[in-house]
């Protein structure tokens, strides 16, 4: 089975920082890597699928990238309402999560 | 508008079964491949079951294996989880989500989930 490891597990930052949060597969994935956001007592809501395309409506802001096992998801500037839990997946395995909380 | 809108969820004992509903709207949901992703209190995302667009064919997590059945009746827009042989652990909320097109397990629609307890 494929492991996913999402790191950080939670974070801090300030309004207008750049954020970036990693997910490492176990073994090679291609770019079949997908970045869910989930707010508190909400549904999760796809951003980014295939590692780098950006859903429909979602703000430039938000950005994935990397290929293989390593990839990346960066928010440029974060906003107020960017807090949030962020899953990384592939297929039927969800990272466990990356808590993201202003400072 | 798009919509998936679960029901069903609610207190089962040790052993029990529940049926859980996702209502669809809005699209054409014979041409989709359907999820369940279940959320223990406090826990991250676990993807339970998936059927494809014509009910012919699905697959599970292993912890639900045996246990957890998917569904759909594409007469009645709905996709079902029969859940039987609960346990403890079955304790989440329950989303289902609609796949993308196309897009291997890529979940562009969730429902607002509905909460399975189980306990004495």
């Known amino acids: 089975d494929i492991q996913m490891t999402q790191s950080p597990s939670s974070l801090s930052a300030s309004v207008g920082d750049r954020v970036t949060i990693t997910c490492q597969a176990s073994?090679?994935?291609?770019?079949?890597l997908n970045w869910y956001q989930q707010k508190p007592g909400k549904a999760p809501k796809i951003l980014i699928y295939?590692?780098?395309n950006l859903e429909t409506g979602v703000p430039s802001r938000f950005s994935g990238s990397g290929s293989g096992t390593s990839f990346t998801f960066t928010i440029s500037s974060l906003q107020p309402e960017d807090i949030a839990t962020y899953y990384c997946?592939?297929?039927?395995?969800f990272g466990q999560g990356t808590k993201l909380e202003i400072k | 508008e798009v919509q998936l809108v679960e029901s069903g969820g609610g207190l089962a004992q040790p052993g029990g079964s529940l049926r859980l509903s996702c209502a669809a709207s809005g699209f054409t949901f014979s041409s989709y491949w359907m999820h369940w992703v279940r959320q223990a209190p406090g826990k991250g995302l676990v993807w339970v079951s998936r059927?494809?667009?014509?009910?012919?064919?699905?697959s599970y997590a292993d912890s639900v294996k045996g246990r957890l059945t998917i569904s759909r009746d594409n007469a009645k827009n709905t996709l079902y989880l029969q859940m039987n042989s609960l346990r403890a652990e079955d304790t989440a909320v329950y989303y289902c989500?609609?796949?993308?097109?196309?897009?291997?397990?890529?979940?562009?629609?969730w429902g607002q989930g509905t909460t399975v307890t189980v306990s004495s």
């Open positions: 989500a609609r796949e993308l097109p196309r897009y291997y397990y890529v979940m562009d629609v």
């Open positions: 295939d590692a780098s």
């Open positions: 059927i494809n667009s014509d009910g012919t064919s699905t």
């Open positions: 997946q592939q297929y039927d395995n």
């Open positions: 073994q090679d994935i291609s770019s079949y």
